[in-house]
């Protein structure tokens, strides 16, 4: 089984979108697939409770019991755990960094944003472990994007080569406990999180 962790310790950058649209992208490429909600928000079970379909399954767990949460899943056959986490605890995203395989923090295009990532960045950089920033909600047109990855080279840790737009589809589809490839499958939101999902795929060697 493979983890991969979605952190960022500013609040709205995209954790639980991501944790979602990949964890769907996931099974529809055949793997069985757990989120594992570190967030006493519990947005991405409240997801999965307007979920019709039973898949990913939806753990929600506290930080505490990750290592456990985690074999448990593996007993039953999962592929790939995806964490989502809160922001503002580091106490979770240091737990989560440490189980994972792979880290993904995402980040808005936007000045507060980059600068806000130097937290998340130290706390990747504890668990030394592999991470990767995924440019979220871009705006579909301008340059924000190549001043942005400017801006993060600062930092030493790479970028996605893939990024998802600001479309409302990845607000509307999770409405309904579905996700943007469900909604619009042959939108340009299903293309992007195809993409994001491959290159993760790589990173881990799902
Ligand atoms: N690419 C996108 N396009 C449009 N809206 C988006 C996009 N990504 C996220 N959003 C919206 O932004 C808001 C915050 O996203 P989300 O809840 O995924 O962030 P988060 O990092 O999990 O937040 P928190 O830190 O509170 O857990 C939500 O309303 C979500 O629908
Ligand atoms: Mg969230």
Redesign the pocket.
Known sequence: MKTIAII?Q??????????VHLAVAAEQQGKSTVIVDL?P?A?ATSWKDLRRADTPAVVSAQAARLPQVLKTAEAHGADLAIL?T??HSETTALAAARQADLILI?CRPAILDLKAISLTVDLVKLAGKQAYVVF???PPRGSLVEEAIAAIQTYGVPVLPAT?????V??HA?TGGLVAQEFEPKGKAAVEILQVYRYTCKHVRL
Do not use: E, Y
């Open positions: 960022s500013k609040g709205g950058t995209g954790k639980t979108t991501i944790a967030d928000q947005s989502d809160a922001p995402p979220n909600a871009v998802l737009a600001h479309r409302s990845f607000m999770l």
